[in-house]
């Protein structure tokens, strides 16, 4: 499936937006530890599963490394220039990919969904670097583009 992903516009903003290259993964945790190394210090983030055509894909089952898998909805409510945000909802990995079930959500309502794990805490920063390293040779986390709000 692919993911992209949904970082904060900034620090506990509760705003969220989409962010970055997609990454290809089996199931939304797989996604969200791909999406994990590109988030800046400080936001939370979340995963939001792509569809290219209208329809659901075909059903098949949770895996159990997924199962059970908690995670609060995002939504983006009144059109593509909106931010993402919480709305309440919590879905669970139970019988399919709770990203399965936002995309059904999503053509019912009429929005899109995207998900972050239940009690997601802001990315913490990545350990300073040595005194040798220039300070525009940087690791991951810092060459990552930060979204605009």
Known sequence: MKFFPLIETAANSGQFQLSGAAV?????????????????AGLRYGAWLYHE????????????????????????????DQPWVPDGQQLVSALCDASNLCLSMSQY??????????DEKPVVAAPAATGTEATSASSGTE????PAS
């Open 53 to 80: 055509v209208r329809g659901l894909p075909d059903f098949s089952p949770v895996t159990d490394a997924e199962k059970g898998k908690s995670y609060t909805v995002l939504a983006q409510v009144g059109g593509t």
């Open 109 to 118: 309502m009429g929005f899109r969904l995207g998900l972050m794990p239940v």
């Open 143 to 146: 060459s990552t583009p930060t």
């Open 24 to 40: 290809e993964a089996e199931s939304t945790t797989s996604a969200l530890a791909l999406i994990a190394p590109t988030v800046g």
